[in-house]
Each structure stands twice: as C-alpha cells, then as structure tokens.
C-alpha cells in the first residue's frame, strides 16, 4: 500500500530526499505517517513522524536538525529530506501509516510516535547508502 523512493548512494556530508507515496486509495491524510530505518543486524528504528491533525512532527535524537520531515496532501506524498549524511544512516528506510495515533498532535503522542507497534500499514523500503 505504501511504497518508500529516493534512496541511494550519497557522500558524508551529501543530502538524499526520500519519498512515501501510496496506491490509488490510500490516502495518507487519513494517518499520522512515520519513517523508520532498519541497518544489517539491527532492529528497525523510528526516525521520524507527521502528523495528519496539525503536521505536527517527531524526531529521533539521531536526526534531530538533520532531517526533516513534510507532506503534501496534494500530491499523496509524504517526504524526508535528509541532508548532513552520515555513514551511521546507511539503512533500509520505511515508512509506515498509523491509524492509532491518527488526528492526534504530536504533543499528544510524543515519542510514542515512533514506536513500530504504533502503525499498520508498512510499505517496501529503499536502501540508503551513505559512503565516501
């Protein structure tokens, strides 16, 4: 239902911008959406969260001032632009749609939005490299 774009390979320091678009009828302005990662060996991790009441958004300590996260309702897209890569951020990234946290800020939820437990509906990843 939900399908994660734009990743790739990019240089420390370099930028990527990842997309989350999802199939005809899904509607991501129904869900708070989150992205999360998972690299070779470890558990997938929360990065990032938007809310569909107010935009609101939550961040993982790790990506605090580095990434940021935005939708357009519009174009059924939900985008995390990441710049100042490191290559501790090299992973699979997903996102997800939570249906528990929906119409909620994120002043409600706090962290908790990061949770995995939290959302439903997970889409295919894209590999995110980030190497000199």
């Known amino acids: 239902q939900l399908q994660a774009s734009g990743g790739g390979l990019a240089q420390p320091g370099g930028s990527l911008r990842l997309s989350c678009a999802a199939e005809s009828g899904f509607i991501l302005e129904k869900y708070v959406i989150g992205w999360f990662r998972q690299a070779p060996g470890k558990e997938r991790e929360g990065i990032s969260c938007?809310?569909?009441?107010?935009?609101?958004?939550v961040y993982a300590d790790f990506v605090r001032g580095r990434f940021t996260i935005s939708r357009d309702n519009a174009k059924n897209t939900v985008y995390l632009q990441m710049n100042n890569l490191k290559p501790e951020d090299t992973a699979d990234y997903y996102c997800?749609?939570?249906?528990?946290?929906?119409?909620?800020?994120?002043?409600?939820?706090?962290?908790?939005?990061?949770?995995?437990?939290?959302?439903?509906?997970w889409g295919q990843g894209t590999q995110v490299t980030v190497s000199s």
């Open positions: 997800a749609a939570s249906q528990v946290l929906a119409y909620h800020s994120a002043s409600t939820y706090g962290e908790t939005g990061l949770w995995t437990r939290h959302y439903d509906h």
């Open positions: 938007i809310s569909n009441s107010d935009n609101s958004t």
